[in-house]
């Protein structure tokens, strides 16, 4: 169906979100995607959005697909339905509503021209919005007795109370490291470290994934500071019968990460998180996975040169500067990440329900195959201008992991 073109495009764009939101109170909604991008900010190819409940509270989840990267940000409804029609106004040449009624495409021609059309349902039934995963936890409660030992269940595997909390935790890290893994050539992963095992909790729920369910005979190793913590979790390992599992006693920087294939370091302070990824980056790992915590280190470098630009009325606050000093140096670490190879991933999630939300760094190294022909040298001459003026933008010295590499 072709509807006239004599309306003005906010006109258009006011009927797109007036379908949008009936088909989000009728239930119908399947997802959103916004495309064709003219916009300013580079790299920018395509906004996917779908519904999610979190913490029984809908929101709509946006996926900002970039050229190397993917970035996911939530968003209550109303706001949301204000950012598409915005991003539809300026930026988006292409929006298409799905539902299970019906498909409406809104987009700008080349000669200006606005076309509104429907077409039938793409989707059948709409997709489930709920982050409850219990009936398809990769990780079960039963018959699991590195979670009784590590007081998670009790011995007929029930759930503790007080761990429902870091159970839904554990399963959720799995969750998101099992979608990684499979974007992998199969038998990829052979050795896994995970840097700051801490207690163990994900260590253990990975290596029960990886020869429990994936059938892959990997070797993990768990690097922990604490020789208290080192010696519980081995003790753990032995009575569980995982026989391919061990802790050492160490820091990040001294561990070496010889011929792993998966790292990870989740909450690793400060510099230490720039330690994991340099020893994933020099190990050639195929998946490097980080989610920082403390950013002193360009925050101090921000504070001491005290650089006037276009943010300084935001970073006079104590607050917003920490915001700033955060992306900052988690923004240069995916760009160092891409300039060695890897495709990066930066979404946010939330750990548990009592810490705060935190910022997952990914990086995938890319294959052979898909660097034939790719400009590499000039790409990697781009990035490091971009570092470049980043640093300079900020007044940054030097950035740590930057640094580690002598780039």
């Excluded at 598409?84 to 930026?91: P, T």
């Excluded at 500071?225 to 032995?238: F, G, K, P, T």
């Excluded at 990040?252 to 690793?268: C, P, Q, S, T």
């Excluded at 996975?289 to 650089?307: G, L, Y």
Aim: net charge neutral; charged share 30%.
């Amino acid at each position: 169906m072709l509807l006239k073109l004599s309306m003005p495009v906010l006109e258009y764009i006011e009927q797109f979100t007036i379908a949008l939101k009936e088909s989000l109170n009728a239930a119908s909604f399947v997802k959103v995607s916004l495309g064709n991008y003219k916009g300013e900010e580079e790299a920018l190819k395509q906004i996917l959005i779908r519904k999610v409940v979190i913490k029984r509270e809908d929101k709509l989840a946006f996926t900002y697909r970039y050229k190397t990267r993917d970035v996911v940000k939530n968003y209550a409804i109303d706001e949301a339905i204000d950012l598409i029609a915005g991003y539809l106004d300026k930026g988006f040449k292409i929006g298409t509503l799905f539902t299970t009624e019906k498909d409406l495409i809104l987009e700008e021609l080349n000669n200006g021209k606005i076309v509104f059309r429907e077409s039938s349902a793409s989707s059948a039934a709409a997709p489930s919005a709920s982050h409850d995963k219990e009936k398809i936890r990769l990780i079960k409660p039963e018959a699991k007795s590195y979670l009784t030992e590590l007081k998670i269940t009790d011995a007929e595997g029930k759930v503790f109370k007080n761990a429902q909390d870091k159970f839904r935790q554990i399963n959720h890290y799995i969750e998101i490291l099992s979608s990684l893994i499979k974007e992998l050539p199969e038998g990829t992963i052979k050795k896994v470290a995970d840097m700051g095992s801490g207690k163990g909790y994900l260590t253990f729920a990975l290596y029960d994934y990886l020869h429990s369910v994936l059938k892959l005979e990997t070797e993990v190793v768990g690097v922990e500071y604490r020789q208290d913590m080192v010696d519980l979790c081995n003790q753990v390992a032995v009575k569980s019968a995982f026989d391919r599992l061990n802790f050492v006693q160490g820091t990040i920087e001294d561990h070496n990460a010889e011929h792993v294939n998966l790292l990870i370091a989740l909450h690793a302070c400060d510099t230490a998180t720039d330690d994991a990824i340099f020893k994933g980056i020099k190990a050639n790992a195929e998946l490097i996975v980080v989610a920082p915590c403390c950013h002193k280190q360009i925050r101090r470098e921000i504070e001491q040169n005290k650089v006037k630009n276009d943010v300084s009325f935001l970073t006079k606050y104590g607050i917003f500067l920490e915001r700033q000093a955060e992306m900052v140096t988690d923004g240069i670490r995916a760009l160092i990440l891409e300039y060695f190879g890897y495709k990066t991933k930066v979404f946010e999630f939330i750990s548990d329900a009592h810490t705060p939300k935190n910022v997952l760094v990914v990086g995938v190294k890319k294959s052979l195959k898909s660097l034939v022909g790719s400009p590499k040298i000039e790409e990697q001459k781009a990035i490091l201008e971009k570092i470049k003026a980043s640093k300079e933008y900020f007044g940054i010295g030097y950035h740590h992991l930057e640094k580690l590499l002598e780039l």
